[in-house]
């Protein structure tokens, strides 16, 4: 039997432990694989989050010349994680782009580790929290380059809105490269509404909720830009804002 993960763990750091135990062990040994061929291209969107503990475990390998593209919206109203692993062939490029939104003192997590094993490769990652009522939104990311994987490019970007005191936002950004000509960047921020542009869209008649609503909506799209599907594009963004809909703020 797998034995459950602990905070001592790195990955599992900022984990609801509780929110763990219930999910059970069995669900630590179900991975979804996706094999992308050389040339070709994937594009998956995401809408996770129940009533109930979730953990939604991806494990994506790319030929050379291979695309890949998640979209996700992480929304539970119980403990909800979603782990992808990304390897990478010559000149494949991986694209992520997540939301993590709630309150009720949930604890939402994406858990990235993306393998650039070929040269020439890139990752991009747009990853936006929005969290209040004692909630958490976490991201770990874990970028390795190995020896021989020159030209790599590879970004992630993280920011936190906190919309409420008590709630909180991790970023966990993780590089380990062996290759020296390569371009790796990472950023992290964490802040509150910017409550002068509420102030001036309330001004122009617009009512407390709709311009908290058009504020975060603002906020959390950058993670779905890359999303050429304005339809999907469209779904993802409802099933975020939908989270705000009777939330006391």
Known sequence: MTALPTRRDEAWRYADMDGV???GADAFDRWQTIDVAAGESVTRCLIVGSDAPELHRLRVTLGEGAKAAFFATNAGGDYT????EVRLAKGAHFEFGGVTIGGAGVTREFVTQVVHAEPEATSNQTIRAVHWAGATGNFLGEIKVARHAQKTDAAQDFKGLLLEAGASANAVPQLEIFADDVKCAHGATVGALDEAARFYMMARGLDPATAQRLLVQ???GDAFV???DEAERETLLDAALAALEGAKL
Do not use: G, P, S, T
């Not at 994680?81 to 992808?84: D, K, L």
């Open 226 to 228: 890359a999303l050429e």
């Open 218 to 220: 603002a906020f959390i």
């Open 81 to 84: 994680r979603v782990e992808i």
């Open 21 to 23: 135990a219930r999910l």
